[in-house]
């Protein structure tokens, strides 16, 4: 069975690059620290720990993808696709996308006071997708070649990147999909 992906609409595709609309999302959320790996893992393990069961209803969770991390520094994310990952080294939001068939009203309340439950509003991004294990260098290449594609198109950023990833740990390197996703204004 295909993990779940939230929906979106390309607006404009271009090799790697694209412009995606994606309406408002239910996350489930955390904000750890450390570096970003030592966050991703740390954020990864409680959001899991409430899908697998740590709930109000011991009830499972169907896993999303992406994970998305973020910075947190205060700053507003509006939305996260995959398991997606942005920030630094004084914070990071993680966040798992709820399935669709979810509301905020029907999904069950987190055991752990680390884990929250937001809607994210309708957000515009511009994404690049790429392969591999989306080290440090991979993600700072990314990211400068994709504000390239956005001064290219006369767009404007909203907000710092994020980082996606759509695949388990044990997926092969070179089969591994990872996303820089960075915010866009509204024309």
């Not at 966050?39 to 998305?68: C, E, K």
């Amino acid at each position: 069975m295909a993990t779940e992906e939230p929906p979106y609409t390309a607006t404009l595709q271009d090799g790697a690059f694209e412009v995606r609309e994606y309406p408002a999302l239910i996350a489930a959320e955390v904000t750890v620290t450390g570096d970003r790996s030592e966050a991703v893992s740390a954020g990864f393990r409680l959001l899991a720990g409430y899908i697998f069961g740590g709930n109000t209803r011991q009830q499972s969770i169907a896993m999303t993808a992406p994970v998305v991390q973020a910075p947190s520094a205060g700053e507003s994310i509006p939305m996260t696709a995959p398991v997606t990952q942005s920030g630094d080294a004084s914070g990071w939001v993680i966040r798992f996308i709820m399935p669709q068939a979810y509301t905020l009203e029907t999904l069950p309340t987190p055991n752990d006071s680390k884990v929250h439950l937001t809607t994210l509003p309708p957000t515009r991004f511009a994404v690049v997708r790429f392969s591999g294990l989306a080290y440090e260098s991979d993600i700072a290449q990314k990211t400068a070649e994709l504000n390239a594609f956005i001064a290219k198109q006369a767009l404007t950023a909203a907000g710092p990147p994020a980082l996606a990833r759509y695949n388990p740990p044990w997926t092969l390197w070179f089969l591994r999909r990872n996303e820089v996703m960075i915010p866009l204004a509204h024309p």
